[in-house]
């Protein structure tokens, strides 16, 4: 290959490398600016957001298997199945 369509090759590509980095959000723009709003809204407010108590698991630094999913799924169907038909109550 010649020096000059190497030249060219690189070029181009920058170029095209280039052009992709001005992309528009598109229609999302309205919630993305919304949502940045709210954030900063609730930036001193330590109740804002989804939170949740930390398990010792997840401080543990392991990751879940599918038998401790399928336990973790049987307790919350019992819980749900006891909070639903609570004591005293039948079908």
Known sequence: MSKLRVTAILVVG?????NS???QAGPCSNDIAQFEAAMRQSAGNPNAGLTAPQSIGAQLDRQPTPDSLRKAKERSLAVKILSDYGPGQTS
Do not use: H, N
């Open 14 to 18: 920058s170029i095209l490398d280039l």
């Open 21 to 23: 980095t001005f992309a």
